[in-house]
């Protein structure tokens, strides 16, 4: 990427560069290379289209909550598409009400391929979306203390120094009592999230349908089209 960079330059010195090249670079960047040679068949570009579609609908549908820059469903890394949040400005905290937001829109893909084609057609797309919605909670309640069950105190079950990115010595800091509390807690943020995201989607059902049909035409939207 930086040898990309300096070609880029290098090509805008002497006015060779278009500002297509330019947002081509800075996508690539931001949401990672593109994989077209991956070829995918006209189910699964439906699947991912909806996915994605939901994962946008929710994100712009929710308070606090990141402008979409873009939905894709061109495969990108790992990814079959991205719909990608673009902040407006530096942030170093996060208020409960856009970490709940932010948990909801995660849970968007999912409940879209459900609402599209059943819950016995829901896949494992949502994987990732999952462990992260699950690690958010899990922090609101046992880090952050932003659950008012338990109150403004750190639960953890870790401790010592760090070495390789893993602790090395590890003990138990909660009874037993309380790590179902906990569980609890980080089923009730969870569920909410979920809730709130599949009333926005059964609201906002037509443009579901809407957006993820201009995803299969266009693969790629960006966010004067999703405001369309």
Known sequence: LVNEAALFAARANHKLVSMEEFERAKDKILMGAERRSM?????????????????AIVGVNLPEHDPVYKVSIIPRGRAL???????????????????????????GGRIAEELAFGPEMVTTGASNDIERATGLARNMVTKWGLSDK?????????????????????????????????????RRVIDSAYNKARDILVTNRDKLDAMAQALIKYETIDESQIKD
């Open 81 to 107: 598409g991205v719909t990608f949040f673009l902040p407006e400005e530096d942030r170093y905290s996060y208020s409960k009400q856009r970490l709940e937001s932010q948990i909801a829109s995660l849970f």
């Open 39 to 55: 070829v995918m068949s006209d189910k699964e570009k439906l699947n991912t289209a909806y996915h994605e579609a939901g994962h």
């Open 150 to 186: 338990l109150g403004p105190l750190t639960y953890t079950e870790e401790s010592g120094e760090v070495f390789l990115g893993r602790s090395v010595t590890q003990h138990k800091q909660v009874s037993d009592e309380t790590a179902h509390v906990i569980d609890i807690e980080v």
